[in-house]
Every structure is written in C-alpha cells, then in structure tokens.
C-alpha cells in the first residue's frame, strides 16, 4: 500500500508578506554646543616706585687742622672725587689755601690719614623713565668750616652700576634716563670738599658731622 503524503506549497508571495510585517526602527541622538567666554580687563602697572638709599657715607676720614692759627686765612681744602674703574671710587687730594690762592707744599700741615669714601647712594627706578633730581650740601658743623661739592656745576657722578666704567655728571639739578645694569638700580657718586681752618672752636679728636647732602627724586 503507497502513502502519500501532500504538502502545501508556500508561496512567495506569502513570505514576502510576513516579512513585510517586521518595521525596523532607526536610532536617533541630539547634540548640543555651548560656546564659553573669556573676559578680562588690562590696566597698565605702575611704575617702580623711586626709592633712594644710602650705600656709602661721605668719609674724609682724619683731616689736619692748619697748624697757623696766626693766619685765620689759611684753610686745609680737602677733596673726595669719584673715580672710575676702582671699587672705592674715590680719588682724594688737598691743598693749602691762604685768601684765594693756592700755597705750595702746604706748609701748614694739612694732610689726610685713614680711609675716605665719596658718597654712595643707590636710586631703584623703572628702566626707560626720566628721573628728575636736586642735589643740596648743607654745612652742620663750625663756621670754621666750608662744605661743599668743590665745583658749581658738578656733585659728582651718575652712574649704572659700581664699581663703574662709564657715567654722566651728576649737578645740582637735571634729570638723567633710568638704564640700569641690573635690579632696576642706578648709583649717585657724591664728590665732595670740606675746608677747615685753625679754630677753638672746632672739636678734635672725635669724629664730627661736617654736612649733610640732601637729595631729592622724582619722575
């Protein structure tokens, strides 16, 4: 005995339409950019403040009182000069004036013993500005005494750095450029001239104020 056995065909029409009945479904994102800003306002700094200060005071160490108190005329003139190239920078000498003339081989004795310094004074400034400045020397000792920087137009030396090469003269007025060599500082090298003459009043023995140098800055 045969068995049959009948199958229902599948169309493809049929498959077609199952799976058409299968939606896909497509995964979608949003993004979003902010844009931060940054803000800040500029001022110019202020300059270097000026400031001066003393590095090394006028020393005329021990000084000779002219020995002829029989010419109240004669005075020992004494001399402190900056110089350049030397680590002291200083450059002294004296001489005997009697009126107002130089007398030759000081025969009254004047001389200097120990050590002598012109004055020292560092100035901090802002490089590239123009400082502008006085000089003044005030006596504060004996009328028996003169002090002075020993020239009308010149106190003494402006210069970069110390010891120094190079400087300009400093006067009793004017201005000069700061251009420092370095730390935003410059040096005033002070000259001074003391002139003493025979006196009682005068203090010996013990170390004196003779003057003070006044200086004034500004930009």
Same mark, same amino acid.
């Given at each position: 005995? +045969?068995?049959?056995? @009948?199958?229902?065909?599948?169309?493809?029409?049929?498959?077609?339409?199952?799976? /058409?009945?299968?939606?896909?479904?497509?995964?979608?994102?949003?993004?979003?950019?902010?844009?931060?800003?940054?803000?800040?306002?500029? $001022?110019?700094?202020?300059?270097?403040?000026?400031?001066? +200060?003393?590095?090394?005071? @006028?020393?005329?160490?021990?000084?000779?009182?002219?020995?002829?108190?029989?010419?109240? *005329?004669?005075?020992?003139?004494?001399?402190?000069?900056?110089?350049?190239? %030397?680590?002291?920078?200083?450059?002294?000498?004296?001489?005997?004036? %009697?009126?107002?003339?130089?007398?030759?081989?000081?025969?009254?004795? /004047?001389?200097?013993?120990?050590?002598?310094?012109?004055?020292?004074?560092?100035?901090?400034?802002?490089?590239?500005?123009?400082?502008?400045? +006085?000089?003044?020397?005030?006596?504060?000792?004996?009328?028996?005494?003169?002090?002075?920087?020993?020239?009308?137009?010149?106190?003494?030396? @402006?210069? $970069? $750095?110390?010891?120094?090469?190079?400087?300009?003269?400093?006067?009793?007025?004017?201005?000069?450029? /700061? *251009?420092?060599?370095? *730390?935003? $500082?410059?040096? !005033?090298? !002070?000259?001074?001239? !003391? %002139?003493?003459?025979?006196?009682?009043?005068?203090?010996?023995?013990? +170390?004196?104020?003779?003057?003070?140098?006044?200086? *004034?800055?500004?930009?």
């Amino acid at each position: 005995m +045969k068995i049959w056995t @009948i199958r229902a065909p599948v169309r493809a029409s049929m498959i077609a339409t199952t799976l /058409c009945g299968v939606t896909a479904h497509a995964q979608t994102s949003t993004s979003t950019t902010v844009g931060v800003d940054a803000t800040a306002t500029l $001022k110019d700094a202020p300059p270097t403040p000026l400031s001066l +200060k003393t590095v090394t005071p @006028i020393s005329f160490g021990t000084l000779a009182i002219p020995n002829n108190p029989a010419r109240p *005329d004669t005075r020992c003139r004494y001399n402190l000069r900056a110089r350049a190239n %030397d680590v002291s920078a200083t450059e002294t000498s004296f001489s005997e004036v %009697d009126g107002g003339a130089t007398v030759a081989g000081a025969p009254s004795g /004047c001389g200097f013993e120990g050590a002598q310094t012109v004055g020292q004074v560092s100035v901090t400034c802002q490089t590239g500005l123009s400082v502008f400045y +006085k000089v003044a020397y005030n006596l504060s000792a004996s009328s028996a005494m003169s002090f002075s920087p020993g020239s009308t137009t010149v106190a003494g030396a @402006i210069a $970069k $750095k110390m010891p120094f090469s190079e400087s300009v003269p400093l006067g009793a007025n004017g201005s000069f450029s /700061c *251009d420092p060599a370095a *730390d935003n $500082k410059m040096f !005033l090298l !002070l000259n001074a001239t !003391l %002139d003493v003459r025979n006196s009682s009043s005068l203090t010996r023995g013990s +170390k004196l104020s003779v003057g003070t140098v006044t200086i *004034d800055v500004n930009y």
